[in-house]
């Protein structure tokens, strides 16, 4: 074997060890159930996105709040309305309590399929859920620097002929984030409702 294959062997060799490592840590945080730990990992940070009523949304509306921040499309077959469904039945769990305190929270459905989802697309979309979710959409780039700040997974499958027929590989996990903008917990995908509700009374009461 000359001395140029040596090198690229090796040089491949360390970039599938590098990919499985990092493919190790993620399904790690993946599995992991319910609430993160009290260790905060670094997730949030600053975004600039736009909702469907066209108002510009950055990482001030956490401010105040108690949020549950959600990445998918509109396009996904069943795991995004899901998780959809799971955080307004969550906020549906606190009816009944201190109307003041539930005004904090909100749910942001953030897509990482911003070709398809335009804010047209949302408005058409976010009414199927509940009225304290807020759909965000944004410029390919805008979407990926927020998708960043969240460590969120996103890959487009390989399209057909119909170049509007395809999904979106994207990770699950719904984040709680603090009336600071900080981290709070996590909650894998279909964590039940009552669980989240049981985790933001926690921190509503």
Not at 44 to 72: K, M, N, W
Not at 97 to 107: F, I, S, T, Y
Not at 112 to 119: A, G, L, S, V, W
Not at 126 to 146: V, W
């Amino acid at each position: 074997m000359t001395l140029p294959r040596q090198r690229i062997l090796i040089l491949a060799l360390t970039a599938l060890a590098a990919t499985a490592l990092l493919l190790m840590l993620w399904m790690r945080f993946q599995s992991s159930p319910g609430a993160g730990s009290n260790a905060a990992p670094d997730i949030g940070g600053p975004f600039s996105l736009t909702a469907s009523d066209g108002q510009r949304i950055t990482e001030s509306a956490l401010t105040g709040h108690l949020s549950l921040v959600y990445f998918g499309f509109t396009s996904c077959p069943d795991v995004c309305p899901t998780e959809l469904q799971n955080i307004g039945a969550a906020f549906d769990a606190l009816n009944g309590e201190d109307p003041k305190k539930l005004a904090r929270l909100q749910g942001l459905f953030i897509t990482i399929d911003p070709e398809r989802d335009t804010q047209a697309a949302l408005a058409d979309y976010m009414p199927n859920f509940h009225p304290r979710i807020m759909g965000l959409t944004g410029s390919p780039a805008e979407i990926a620097a927020a998708a960043r700040a969240y460590k969120v997974y996103f890959n487009k499958a390989p399209q057909d002929q119909d170049t509007q027929s395809y999904l979106v590989d994207h990770s699950g996990i719904v984040y709680l984030m603090g009336p600071d903008g900080k981290f709070l917990a996590h909650f894998s995908p279909n964590t039940p409702p009552d669980q989240i509700a049981a985790k933001l009374r926690e921190y509503l009461f």
